[in-house]
Structure formats: C-alpha cells, structure tokens
C-alpha cells in the first residue's frame, strides 16, 4: 500500500494538469491490483473485495464531472490504501496509522460536496470520530504499559465509532446519506467494514472486557435503528440505517464464529455498495423521496431490486445465507439475542418493502441509457452472484 | 426429479422477456409438471427429495390447480404481464421446492420465496395505493410469523447439526422439548402464520386485494396449505404430542372465530377468505389429532371447491353477497357440484372429511358441524337464488367447468374409503330451512342492519388509540365464543348458546 500512496500522491499532481490522462492512469491502476493483488489470508480476500468495491464507486464518479475531481479521485485512491494498510498490518500501532488515515479521509471526502447537509454531516462524523480515535490512544498506551482491561475497554469504545455500534452511530445516517453516491457506496461497503477487522484483528491480544454490556449495545443497535426507521421516506437514509443494524449483528458474530463473521461483512460490504450505487441514478431523475420512484430506469431498478433483495436476506442471493449462517450461530449462544436480531431484521424490511413496491414494475418504458454506471453495478452483481453461491457451501458447513 | 425444479426457473425467466408469450409458456411448463405426477418414484432419492402420500396429494393439488389458474389467467390478466407470469412460476418452483424436499435449507429458501411471491402477487394492481398497503401488510405479518419459523428451524439444525429432517434422529426433539419448552409453541406459531391460523389469520383478509386468481391458487389452495403440509411432514417422522396439541388448539380457535365472522361477512372475497381459515383449522384439528389421512383428504377437496369459489367470482360481477347471482349461461350441474361439495353435502367428499374430522376431536360436535353448514348455505343460498349476467364462454368458462367435474369426480373417493354417514346429517336440512328463510332471494336479513346501528368507532372514546372498528354484534360474538369454548363439555349449555346464537342471528 506505500506505492499507493505514492500513486495518489503522483495522481494529485497529475490530474492538475491532465484530467483525462488522470482517469487513465487509475484505471491501469486497478488492473495492475486486480491481477497482482494476492489473496493469502481472509484479510487479504478482504482488500481485493475492497478494491472491487472501489473500483465500481471510481467507475460510478466517472459518467459525470464533479467539482474539483483531480482531487476526489487520488483522495479515494489514499482511502483504499488505508484500508487495505488496516487489513494487511499485524502491528497495532501501524494499522491505528492506517486507521487514523481512513477516518481523515472519510471527514474529507463526506464533505467534499461543500453543501451545507454535507459540511454538517462531516462536522458530526469528524466529532464523533475524533473522540473515538482519542480513546483508541488511551486505550493503545495502556496496552503498552500492560494494563490490558483498560486497553480492551478503551479500545473498544473508542473503535465502537468507526464500527457504528450503537449508542456511538448516531453520526453514520447523515454521513452516509449526504456524501456523494460513490461515497456512500465506499463508506458504508467498505469503510465500517474495516473498522470491525480492524477490532477482529486486535481484540484476541489480551483479556478483553467483554461481558455482557457490548452484547447488549449490539442487540440495541440493531434494534433501535429498525423501529426508528419504519416511517422513513429518504431512500440513502434507509440503507444507512440499515448498515448500523449490519453492523450490529457483525459484531455479534465476531465473538462467534470468524468464518461467519467474514461471509457476513462481505455480504454486507457487496450488497451495500451496490444497492447505494444503484440508488444514485434514481435519485438524480426522481428525488430523494421513495414516493416519488417510478418506472423508467430499468437497469439501475433491475440492480437496485437485486441488492435490495440481497439486503432483505432473500434467496438466493448472498444475503439469504449470510442471515441463516448468522443467525444459526447467534441462536446457538442464546435463543433471546437470536430472536431479537432477527426481530429487528424483519422489522426493517418494511422500509426495504416500501423501496421495492417501486421497482418491480416492467411495463416496457426505459428512459435509461446504458452507461459507466450500469456497468460499474453490473461489475458488484456479479460478485454478487459468484458470493451466493459460495453462500451454501458456507451454510452447509455451519 | 431436479429437471422438475428447473422448468419453473426456466419458465419465470422466459415470462421476463416476452409477457404476451409468457402465459402460454408457463401453461405447457405447468402442464408437464402436472403430467410428471405420474413418473414419481416412492421413497427417499437422492438430493433430500422423499416421495411418499403426503407428498403426493400435494403434488397433485399444486400441479393441477397451478394448470388451471395459468389457464384462467390467459384471458384474465391483462396488464402487467411479465410480473404476473414471473412470479407466478416463482411460487410455482417454490412449493414445488418445498413439497419434494426435506432439507432445511431448501425448506428455508422456499418459505421465504413464498412470502415474496405472495406480496408481488397480491400487489399485482400495483398503481392503486390501497392495494399496495395491503400488500405490505400481508407481507409483513408473514414475515413477523416467519420470525417463529426461522428460530424453529435454527433450533433444530443448532441441535441436531443436520440439515435433512429425515436424518434428525428423533431424540434431537425430546432434548430441544427439554431444553427449550417453548419450542412447540415457536414452531406451531411459525407454521400457522403462514396458513393464516388464529393469531395470524388477519393477513387473509388483506390478501384478497389482489387477483382472483391469485387467491384461487396462493390464498386458498396451496400456500396458505403450506404450513399444513410441513406440519403433516414433520408428525409424520416425529413423535411430538406437544407440537400436535398446540395446532389442534389453534386450529380449533380459528375454524370457530372466522365461522362465527363469516356469518356477518358481505364482501365475497372476504368471505371466502374466512372460509378458508376455518377450513385450514379443520385441517389443522386433524393433523393435532394424528389423523394425517383426513387432513389429506381434506385439503384435496377444499383445494378443489376453494379455488373454483374464488374463480367464480369475477362471473358475478357483484362483490356483495346478497347481490351477486349464478352466471346465467353456465350449466346448474358444474355449478350445483362447486356449492354442494362447499357446502358439504353427501356424497361429496367435503362432507365426510369435515363430520369425520369433527366427530373424532370434539365430543359434541352438533354446534361446529351446525355452524360449518349455516355459513356455507347463507352464501351458496343467497348467490342461487338470483341469476347474474351471462359470461363469454372462454377459456376461464373451460376452466370453471374443469373443476365442476373434478368436484364430482373427488366423490369417488368416499366410495373407495368406505366412508360412512354421520348422525350430524340431520343438522344439514335444519340449516337450510333456517338459511332458506334467512337468506333465499333476501337483500340482507334485518337483524343484521339493525346490530349495524351499534357500530362505534373506538377513537371517539380513545383518541390516541389505533382505529379499531367494533361493533355491537362483533362483541356479543366474541363473548358468546368465549362461553361456547369454556363449555365444551356441557352439552346442554352448548345447545342453549346455539340458540341464542340463532336468535340473534
């Protein structure tokens, strides 16, 4: 990831001077990662999903200028190698670098609109971050000094932030609905994501300070966020609310079982991004109400349908087994935590429900023209798919 | 056997490109499926597909009346082709999916597919908002049921390690039902949300907003069936005297609640859909009471006069109960065997099921079989005796008299079993006389207008409580069920109630 780095570096300057030479030159980029990166370990599977999930977001912002994008487009670049520099380091201090680096560059980008829901957003996003990344230090230097309760408490609170475990989340709803589409397609795919690997990786050093008080944040976290969200209208704030109750069950599962828990962040990770990257188009022609989604966007409401459905957990998409391997595993803890999850599960499809009445409506109308962005939807769909079937032989072995 | 499977996925994705095509294609592919009853082999094959009686009988319903309805919808759906054609060969697969299989994750994705389905296909007329609320509606309440189902089977695969319930040893139940003494009441909750069963029954209601066809095939025949048939497969294998006891509970409170509702019930659709649920909770008292053949037989013959009922309907032009009339240009004969073997009348099969399952379950039977009469014959007496319009004969007319004949052709089945008559025979003349006067070419009996003037609307009295429309009649009903339940031994207090009942009727 340093010679990423030095890439963002070199395409900052670059794209000063030639935009298109700039587009060029992240696109071999993404080839070279796309057939060099090696998959060694789970960790590593995890960064080249990344890089996927990337790579689409990238291919989304190239169908329309943005405003100063010869910054965006290195500012994503240094994102990914944070995120990849967080799932590949075995040292606790370089990946809190790589970690303080991913969460600079989520303030930044969250704002990088300049509107002023955006600027907002950040602001909360950047205090909620800062004061879990003062914890995270606390919690680091007591590791060093050998206390480890303390470092796994403060450790914990503190990642619980970025890891959006509630009460800590309350900034991931506006962050991931204000930012830019391919923002929020990499923020809530990817972004949390690593922040709970990140936790994955550390929590086994030492004695961890678990009890029953993080379980039971857990639980709320991902029930509070399903009966709060039944009579919302604003579609990106629905999948970012959803990605709180994701997260939830994700922690959950981290204590359980590592296999499950993986399958479940990449179901996440794919499903979210590709539903936030198929929203983008139709809110762009119809608003950010879902009473106001109609037909006439065939391929965006075909992927969005598809990842809406992977959400929801309906077979046979990734979403399915990744609930049932989840939940199988919860219920073998305890048959309360399993009923509450998969309460707050169901409850949330109703706002998932609301979205898809609007989709499945085929009456030969298209205003769609093919583009960039279709194909970047298609490009998640089909990991999608390769992901599900992957799903049984996952659930079978649970 | 997976080929079968394959042509419902083929089908659904070929609706996807052509929708005027489509109804034609999923015609022939229903066809096959139905012309492959007769290549089943019997026994435990590989894959966790098990052929056995169960399986068979519905088998037969799915694949017959699946033919049917694709044949009725030719000429019934117009709009929205592809939708239609795609989930219906979807929920085509799905309980296809469901009655081969005896693996939980097959039964897992079926049981999921099912509630999809149902919501795409009850929010078929989807420009209407009201219908699209009731679609959500339904959806969710199968939903919140399926909750109950899901951590059922997590508890099951979580003890037993084993995906295919057919290799579950049946010790895995004892440990589960002593570890966890809630596990009866979770399955049974789970499996009679989806079959529509006391406290789920509402969403039947809400399902009728969509197609005619849809309730004839998902609502009334086979899905709303599914929870009857996982529990026949499960007390098949399993010895598990808590689990039947709960269904026959529950079936025994939903046949007699939505009997006593459908009584006052206009709206056809609605009424039929009451019917359903009380017919489900005979099945359900049946399959609690061990008794897997009658329940078989049972959902064979409601399967049959349910779906004709709710083809019907759109002959009748008329969603009202006391201004609806028979198609003019159709014969009596196919009519009379639909409302007959509804009503149950011998020989049709409907009545030997539902005296023998009553007569085995409750020891005074009188008031059940008295109510299962009277709610048929108000609604089959009231549509007999006005002529409707006459019907362009088509394909939907082709079908209607399809089904007349196997409603006559089930009658042979009480030959072959050796099926007796019973002594409640005597309470069919009594409810038509009573239904005759009541109801024969009556617009509405008066004394259901004036329990309407006691009609209140809770909000006036509770401002912030959710509406809630009660009325006089429903909460005299309500108590009057309450005291029939508590009395079920006393005989003389029962035949008191019924009285009373009458009265008020």
């Given amino acids: ?398 | 056997m997976i080929e079968l499977l394959l042509l419902p996925i083929f089908t659904s994705f070929l609706s996807l490109m052509d929708g005027k095509k489509a109804g034609k294609i999923s015609v022939m592919g229903a066809f096959v499926i139905l012309a492959s009853f007769f290549f089943l082999k019997d026994g435990y094959l590989q894959y966790g597909i098990l052929v056995d009686e169960i399986t068979k009988v519905f088998y037969i319903i799915l694949s017959s009346i699946s033919l049917l309805v694709f044949v009725y919808s030719l000429k019934y759906i117009r709009k929205n082709l592809r939708r239609y054609w795609f989930f219906m060969n979807l929920f085509l697969l799905s309980m296809l999916l469901l009655i081969l299989s005896t693996n939980l994750l097959i039964i897992m994705i079926s049981w999921e597919l099912l509630s999809l389905c149902s919501w795409a296909l009850i929010s078929h007329n989807f420009r209407n908002p009201e219908t699209r609320r009731k679609a959500r509606r339904v959806f969710m309440v199968t939903s919140i049921s399926d909750i109950f189902f899901l951590l059922s089977i997590f508890i099951i695969i979580a003890y037993s390690g084993n995906f295919d319930i057919y290799k579950i040893d049946g010790k895995t139940f004892e440990e589960i039902s002593k570890n966890i003494p809630i596990f009866p009441i979770l399955l049974s909750l789970g499996i009679l949300g989806k079959s529509a069963q006391f406290p789920f029954y509402f969403w039947l209601l809400d399902a009728m907003a969509g197609p005619s066809t849809v309730s004839a095939l998902l609502h009334s025949s086979t899905m709303v069936k599914a929870g009857a048939y996982l529990s026949m497969r499960i007390l098949s294998l399993f010895e598990l005297s808590s689990f039947s006891r709960t269904l026959l509970i529950f079936g025994t409170i939903s046949c007699v609640l939505s009997l006593i509702l459908s009584i006052f019930e206009r709206r056809i659709k609605r009424f039929l859909a009451y019917s359903t649920i009380a017919n489900l909770g005979l099945i359900f008292m049946a399959v609690g009471s061990k008794r897997i053949d009658l329940a078989l037989l049972h959902s064979l013959s409601h399967s049959f006069f349910k779906s004709s009922l709710f083809l019907l309907y759109p002959f009748f032009f008329e969603k009202d109960v006391f201004k609806a009339g028979i198609p003019r240009n159709i014969s009596t004969i196919i009519l009379l065997s639909i409302f007959l073997s509804f009503v149950g009348i011998p020989p049709f099969l409907s009545y030997f099921t539902e005296s023998s399952i009553i007569k085995e379950f409750l020891p005074f039977s009188y008031p059940l079989s008295f109510l299962l009469h009277f709610y048929s014959m108000r609604f089959s007496l009231s549509v007999f005796s006005r002529k409707g319009r006459s019907v362009k004969m088509d394909e939907r007319a082709i079908v209607i008299y399809t089904l007349g004949v196997l409603n006559l052709l089930l009658t042979f089945i009480p030959l072959l079993k050796g099926f007796k008559v019973h002594p409640d025979i005597f309470l069919i003349p009594i409810a038509f006389l009573l239904s005759y006067k009541l109801y024969w070419k009556k617009k509405r009996p008066s004394f259901e207008k004036i329990l309407d003037r006691f009609s209140f609307d809770i909000k006036e009295i509770a401002p912030s409580f959710p509406k809630i429309r009660l009325s006089l009649k429903k909460i005299v009903l309500i108590i009057l069920l309450m005291l029939f339940l508590m009395n079920f031994q006393n005989y003389f207090v029962l035949i008191a109630l019924i009285i009373l009942m009458v009265v008020m009727l």
């Fill in chain 1, 1 to 398: 990831m340093i010679y990423l780095v030095i890439s963002s570096l070199f395409l900052f300057l670059v794209g000063y001077f030639r935009k298109d030479l700039q587009k060029f030159i992240l696109i071999l980029l993404f080839i070279h990662l796309f057939l060099f990166y090696k998959i060694k370990d789970i960790f590593s599977e995890f960064s080249y999903i990344s890089i996927i999930i990337f790579f689409s977001s990238i291919l989304y912002a190239f169908e329309k200028r943005i405003k100063r994008e010869e910054e965006f487009y290195p500012l994503m670049l240094l994102l990914l190698s944070s995120i990849i520099g967080i799932l590949e380091s075995k040292d606790i201090i370089y990946s809190f670098i790589y970690f303080e680096m991913m969460c600079l560059l989520s303030y930044i980008l969250v704002a990088f609109e300049e509107r002023r829901e955006c600027l907002e957003a950040a602001f909360k996003y950047a205090c909620f971050g800062i004061l879990g990344s003062y914890l995270m230090i606390w919690g680091i230097s007591y590791y060093f000094v050998g206390n480890l309760e303390l470092f796994s408490l403060f450790f914990l609170i503190g990642l619980s932030v970025e890891m959006a475990i509630f009460p800590l989340s309350l900034w991931l709803p506006d962050a991931h609905s204000e930012a830019r589409t391919s923002v929020s397609s990499v923020l809530s795919g990817v972004v949390i994501s690593a922040a709970m690997i990140f936790f994955y990786k550390f929590y086994k050093l030492s004695y961890f300070y678990t009890g029953n008080l993080p379980i039971i944040f857990a639980v709320l976290g991902t029930l509070l966020p399903s009966i709060l969200s039944v009579n919302e209208r604003d579609p990106k704030k629905i999948l970012a609310n959803s990605s709180m109750i994701n997260m939830g069950t994700s922690f959950l599962l981290l204590f359980l079982d590592p296999l499950t828990f993986f399958y479940y962040t990449i179901f996440h990770s794919i499903s979210k991004s590709l539903s936030f990257l198929s929203l983008g188009p139709i809110i762009e022609r119809f608003g950010r109400d879902v009473r106001r989604i109609k037909e006439g966007m065939m391929f965006s409401s075909i992927s969005l349908a598809i990842s809406i459905l992977s959400l929801m957990g309906f077979p046979p998409f990734i979403g399915f087994f990744a609930k049932i391997s989840s939940l199988i595993e919860i219920s073998k803890e305890s048959l309360l935590t399993s009923f509450i999850v998969l309460l707050s599960m169901t409850i949330f499809l109703y706002p998932y429900i609301r979205m898809l009445e609007r989709l499945f409506i085929w009456d030969g109308r298209n205003w769609e023209k093919f583009s960039l962005r279709n194909i970047s939807q298609i490009f998640l769909l089909i990991f999608l798919i390769f992901f599900s079937i992957r799903g049984v032989e996952i659930c079978m072995s649970g």
